[in-house]
């Protein structure tokens, strides 16, 4: 096999330092180079080494892997290592934990036994793929050879430095007896570029006594003891990378260290390479018992006395250590799975380590990965800024894809079953029903790992009509689950733990269990319809998607040109209406927003429109007595203008009015809305369902046909019976034919009902719109143009300020369905009504300097920003899903990393679409985001005011954003 020319390890990714132990010089008994060999063991554990003498047997190892790895997958799963706690053969991918969240590794790799390799070709453990067999003699067992003389030359140093009698170390590590040392071929393939930091192979500290390990391309990390981070080992050619496991830790006393580490994809350029990695792990005789060997050894037993009593004293032996952490490791050994049946790991029980476990230190047992170890908490331990987390702290995790109709009582009850829980918090949707998700509180973080491990990816069953069964996901933020992280590495499991972890599981089960039964009664007696299609409450318009897509190029085309007419007889209309008028004497070309219009003396507040008779006060409502009464004032021309306080008082009114006709047109406008989207939707089942009853009969028809078929003599006519062959084809092709005749029939009957629906549909919008939009302009609250008007806006210049709100009374009763129109009608037609400066916006240029203005000018300080007015008919529903959407999405994936659905996004958007205030999104956001729901709600109203002020100037924003 040609070697691969790998990019060259980059130079500005952080590595650690580990020293360059000369093999040859130990073997020669070189006292410095011993010297260093000790530093290196006790303060990192790890070590390159050169001069080894495996140089050349490491590349067959290799190619021994991708002979391996090449294999059908298949193949290879024949030999897979199982679930009961032997690591000997093939582990596929994903069948290890890299976390406690049960996240699958990346890897897949092949061990093979020392013992089997000393045996061959015979079998002490298992069997093996024939391509680890064809290399049994000429490659496997050199290497492996060469590999146990180098760790027991090592060990027999340590032995040496540790003051232990001669061959003490060496008698936990006979050749002849069986252990658990094995050698591995490790194959990580290229990662998805999105996970870069995500573990191949999770962190872990070798289980066994020496690993000897080749590595061609960078990914191994390290965390150095008393470091911020993760460290590469950088791969040396022709150096090997030694490190110490927990074996060795636990023999001295934690005088030796095993240090923690990882495997993520190789970093820059090299990421795009398949890693390749060889190990031989020498591991203890299956009968070795884990303790340290103080009463050998003067510095062991010092070591042991300075420890807390027990800490290394796990009195199992190293066989039933191991095969509990492998077990451990195995993601099937650590979920519950949908039924809600929890795998139980046997024999994960540690009676050994009760004392250990009430000094509340953490024991060498299994977690993830590998397992967390003992000196990993020595190594915490020594850290001299190392501040333990707190046992008591309560921890908050993010419950979601919670399945509809699960109510809160029961996930409290899930919740419980997991430890204590002082709260769980489900945000209310505005169609009054629970959210997806929700917040727990945990009282400590046992609780909240053990609902981490236990609920997580647990089916719930729907019990709402139209709802679908849905996987829990229990999550903690970026900041807990690094807490979490550093409790967990802390924390030392007791036997008591593993009671209460037994007795949550047993809980879960019973209560998945008993769900599960619930559901299914409710479906058995019929009160329960998952078939039944249900809106989904996020559906607030009826967006393009909704529509069949079949259908969709028509009816969006039919809108179009329905738009296009009722834009024409629009124009029409209005040139008429000109027409009859004569030319505006003085009335100002262009208008300005907020300021009196020239030729006005004093803003005039009861301008039309804001009037007690102004558009917003329907026709039929309309008394005869205010007529009257309008009448009567109009027959007294010489009142005076009123009071402030009757000014004030009637702008007040005035905007009572503007705020209830807004919200009764918002009303009017939503319920035609619904019913398209309904019928949409309506459709959209029929047309499943028609296609579904084609498929069945296509089905039927095939099998009769089939039925029909003299295949008696040979399954290929074409061969035997060309002419009854052809003749079947015929009878095939024109069936499909019928078939296909039928299928296009009814869907262009179907376009054509969806044509004439929508047709309809836009008719009965287009006259609603049109009597609004002419009680509007009656009202003088709309253009020629069919722009809205700011309401608060005075109307027409040439009137003057006193007499104004009499002559706007007088015109009161032409709003109201009176054909003839006086003169003050007419002479606010006359007036060019109120023009949008609409030059700027044709000019490109201009409209965009306008929104850069617009933009610098948006709030940022909370304060301001919230006392902002929001022009809710700027921000539009669909404005809201085209264009908040993506926006939320960015944020919340700023804040809380991906997440698996868009619960959040929709409470936020939902939040938009109901018009509610900035602080109370805030209150919503806060148990997720903490002090970040701040920052959020900001971000996201600052777009809100942008989007309002641009609508205000009558700019469209398009896709530009705030920031
Ligand atoms: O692949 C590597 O570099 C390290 C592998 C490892 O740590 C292990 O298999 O225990
Ligand atoms: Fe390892």
């Known amino acids: 096999m040609p070697a691969i020319a790998y990019p060259a390890f980059p130079e500005d990714v952080p590595t650690v330092p580990l020293l360059v132990i000369d093999y040859a010089l130990i073997k020669a008994g070189d006292k410095q180079e011993i010297d260093r060999l000790w530093k290196a063991a006790t303060e990192l554990g790890f070590w390159y080494l050169k001069n080894h003498g495996a140089e050349d047997l490491t590349d067959p190892m290799f190619e021994m892997g991708h002979e391996t790895m090449d294999l059908p997958l298949d193949e290879k799963m024949k030999f897979e290592q199982g679930d009961g706690g032997m ?15 049960g996240q699958k590794d990346a890897v897949e790799f092949i061990n093979v036994a020392k013992d ?37 030359t090592l060990l027999a140093i340590f032995n040496e430095r540790l003051g232990l009698p001669e061959g003490a170390l060496a008698a936990q590590h006979v050749r002849a007896k069986q252990s658990g040392s094995e050698t591995r071929v490790i194959k990580s393939p290229p990662q998805p570029e999105i996970f870069p930091d995500k573990a191949t192979l ?43 496991g927990d074996a060795m830790s636990i023999f001295s006393g934690g005088v030796l260290r095993s240090n923690l580490h990882r495997v993520v994809a190789p970093p820059k350029a090299q990421k795009a390479f398949t890693r390749w990695s060889l190990v031989f792990f020498t591991r203890p005789n299956d009968d070795a018992v884990l303790q340290p060997l103080a009463d050998q050894s003067a510095m062991v037993k010092d070591a042991v006395d300075k420890a807390t009593p027990g800490k290394y004293d796990t009195k199992v032996t190293s066989k039933e250590w191991f095969a509990r952490r492998i077990k451990n490791q195995r993601v099937n050994n650590r979920t519950v799975s949908s039924s809600g049946v929890i795998a139980i790991r046997a024999g994960l029980s540690f009676p050994a380590l009760a004392t250990i476990g009430r000094l509340g230190l953490r024991p060498p047992l299994p977690s993830y990965g590998q397992g967390p170890s003992m000196s990993a908490l020595a190594q915490q331990q020594q850290i001299h800024n190392f501040v333990p987390p707190q046992a008591q702290k309560q921890v908050t995790l993010f419950v979601g894809s919670i399945s509809g109709g699960i109510t809160d009582a029961f996930l409290n009850q899930l919740l419980t079953a997991c430890g204590p829980v002082k709260s769980f918090k489900r945000l209310i949707t505005p169609a009054n029903k629970p959210q997806g998700f929700g917040f727990a509180e945990f009282e400590d973080p046992d609780s909240a790992l053990r609902a981490m491990s236990l609920l997580n990816n647990v089916e719930l069953p ?7 069964n849905k996987k829990l996901l229990i999550k903690a933020d970026e900041k807990t689950k690094m807490f979490l992280d550093a409790y967990q590495a802390q924390r030392m499991k007791t036997d008591a733990d593993e009671e209460a972890t037994k007795r949550s599981k047993s809980r879960v089960v019973e209560l998945v269990e008993e769900i599960n039964r619930t559901s299914q009664e409710a479906s058995t007696n019929g009160l329960l319809d998952k078939e039944k299609y249900v809106i989904p409450p996020h559906l607030h318009d009826l967006q393009e998607a909704d529509l069949p897509e079949t259908q969709r190029g028509l009816v969006i085309s039919e809108i179009a040109q329905f738009r296009e007419r009722a834009a024409k007889r629009e124009r029409e209309k209005m040139r008429d209406v000109k027409q009859a008028l004569p030319a505006a004497p003085s009335g100002p070309k262009v208008r300005e927003w907020g300021k009196p219009q020239q030729g006005q003396g004093v803003p005039q507040p009861t301008a039309l429109g804001k009037d007690a008779q102004g558009y917003s006060k329907p026709v039929g409502f309309v008394k005869a007595e205010t007529r009257e009464e309008i009448h009567g004032e109009r ?52 047309r499943d369902r028609a296609t579904k009853e084609a498929e069945d009969r296509d089905k039927i028809e095939m099998r009769q046909r089939l039925d029909v078929w003299d295949d008696d003599e040979s399954d290929e006519p074409f061969y035997t019976e060309r002419a009854r062959w052809r003749a079947a084809r015929t009878r095939r092709l024109a069936a499909e034919e019928a078939a296909d005749a039928e299928s296009r029939a009814f869907e262009e009957r179907e376009a054509e009902n969806l044509r004439r629906e929508s047709e309809a549909f836009l008719a009965r919008q287009m006259d609603e719109m049109q009597a609004l939009a002419e009680e509007q302009r009656k009202a003088g609250m709309l253009l020629d143009d069919g722009a809205p008007v700011k309401l608060h806006v005075s109307l027409a210049a040439a009137v003057e300020a006193a007499p104004a709100k009499t002559k706007a009374k ?42 850069e203005r617009i933009r610098a000018s948006v709030p940022e300080d909370k304060e301001t920003l919230f006392k902002s007015k929001v022009r809710w008919d700027g921000v539009t529903d ?45 209150e919503g956001l806060e148990p997720v985001l903490e002090e970040e729901a701040a920052e959020l709600a900001i971000n996201v109203w600052r777009q809100v005011i942008f989007e309002s002020m641009a609508y205000g100037e009558g700019l469209h924003t398009e896709r530009m954003l705030i920031a």
Request: net charge negative; charged share 35%.
């Open 635 to 686: 027959q007294l021309p010489g009142k005076t203008t009123k009071t402030d306080e009757e000014l004030e008082a009637e702008r007040k009114e005035a905007r009572r009015r503007d705020e209830e006709s807004s919200f009764r047109d918002r009303e009017r406008r939503y319920e035609p809305r619904e019913r398209a989207r309904i019928q949409a939707l309506e459709r959209s089942i029929a």
């Open 878 to 922: 669909n404005m809201i899903d085209r264009k908040f959407e993506p926006l939320v999405k960015r944020l919340m994936v700023k804040y809380l990393g991906e997440l698996e659905d868009d619960d959040l996004v929709m409470f936020v958007l939902e939040h938009l679409k109901d018009h509610k205030s900035p602080q109370k999104l805030i």
């Open 116 to 152: 089997d390799v000393q045996a061959w070709p015979n079998h002490v453990h298992r069997t093996y793929p024939s391509t680890v067999n064809a290399r049994m003699e000429s490659t496997i067992q050199p290497f492996v050879e060469k590999s146990l003389e180098v760790n027991s």
């Open 810 to 851: 007088e015109n009161a009763p032409t709003l109201f369905g009176n054909e003839e129109e006086d003169e003050e009608v007419s002479r606010k037609k006359k007036v060019p009504l109120v023009k949008l400066d609409f030059s700027a916006t044709n000019n490109e240029e201009k409209a965009k300097e306008r929104l």
């Open 202 to 244: 999770g962190a872990h500290t070798d289980f066994g006594s020496l690993s000897f390990l080749h590595n061609r391309l960078g990914g191994l990390q390290v965390l150095p003891p008393g470091s911020d981070g993760w460290k590469y080992v950088k791969p040396v050619p022709g150096h090997a990378i030694c490190n110490l």
């Open 462 to 468: 729907a019990l709402e009509d139209g709802c679908v």
């Open 87 to 101: 690591s000997f053969g093939y582990k596929s991918t994903g069948a290890n934990a890299i976390d406690e969240s």
